[in-house]
């Protein structure tokens, strides 16, 4: 029997987000660069269940559907593919908000995932099996399951290796208590702005190769289609960002389709006043120095 385990999920922002256009299944095609972050995080306690229980969850801070969440079709999934059915008991503390586009559920479905592979010797998936569930569980799931920094195509889920450097540098991820649904992001965005339906394809990033220029000029990259659509509906996530660029920062994004925000600065000075601001004001932020 193996001992209790704590795991702590962090969170993924987007630097950049391009949306390149709606399939015909409805799916759309994206370009976008991931950044993994330690902050905020989740809390996953995993301990072994009674014999025959299968998969026990509880969750602290957020209600889940417990006929239908992430973690449980993480474990049906990992079940399924290695023909085994552990026994466990997970408590989940949410820290990560949702709805906030920093992929919260997905960082705590490839944490959960990892583990389970790691349990399942010599049963365990191979890195390629590993993947395809992951990518059948979501799809920023695969790259949080490497969580490295990536460039990401298709739907998302076609991953290329990003050698980025934020060495230097300081950043703030600002969560202000709004949620926003992706799902009407993306429907507002393809009625306001989708211009014409593409078909399914890769290959766009083969010889795409910015590690230097993001090195110098990272704020460069800071842009995401959602914008266009969000800010006028939620006008206060506008404020902060044009509040964050007064006090100095670099360069200000939406993350995913919000309603968080990444903020990057250059000079320490700029990010202490904006954190001051923002403590005064009562927004949620989370500080990283690289």
Not at 121 to 144: M, R, T
Not at 157 to 163: F, K, Q, S, Y
Not at 179 to 208: E, H, M
Not at 261 to 286: C, Q, V
Request: net charge neutral; glycine share 8%.
């Amino acid at each position: 029997m193996h001992p209790p385990t704590t795991l702590h999920p962090g969170c993924k922002v987007n630097i950049y987000l391009d949306i390149r256009g709606r399939q015909t299944d409805g799916l759309h095609q994206l370009l976008t660069l991931f950044l993994p972050l330690p902050e905020p995080h989740d809390t996953l306690i995993i301990s072994p269940g009674p014999a025959g229980t299968g998969f026990r969850l509880t969750c602290r801070g957020h209600v889940l559907d417990e006929t239908d969440n992430i973690l449980l079709r993480v474990y049906k999934a990992f079940s399924q593919c290695t023909k085994t059915a552990l026994d466990l008991d997970v408590q989940l503390t949410k820290k990560i908000p949702v709805g906030a586009g920093l992929g919260g559920g997905s960082s705590d479905a490839a944490a959960f995932l990892k583990y389970l592979n790691s349990l399942s010797q010599p049963s365990a998936l191979s890195e390629k099996s590993l993947l395809a569930v992951a990518s059948a569980i979501g799809a920023d799931v695969p790259f949080l399951l490497s969580n490295q920094p990536a460039w990401a195509e298709n739907i998302g889920d076609v991953l290329h290796p990003a050698a980025i450097s934020l060495a230097g540098l300081h950043s703030v991820v600002v969560c202000p208590d709004i949620r926003i649904s992706t799902a009407w992001a993306y429907q507002a965005w393809d009625k306001a702005l989708s211009a014409k339906s593409v078909a399914p394809q890769a290959g766009l990033l083969t010889d795409f190769k910015l590690k230097d220029i993001f090195s110098f000029w990272p704020y460069l990259f800071f842009s995401n289609a959602f914008e266009h659509v969000v800010f006028p509906t939620h006008p206060h996530l506008r404020d902060i960002k044009e509040n964050l660029l007064a006090c100095g920062a670099a360069g200000v994004v939406l993350s995913g389709s919000g309603a968080s925000l990444f903020a990057i600065f250059r000079n320490p000075r700029h990010m202490e006043k904006a954190t001051h601001w923002m403590s005064r004001i009562g927004l949620d932020h989370y500080k990283h120095s690289w």
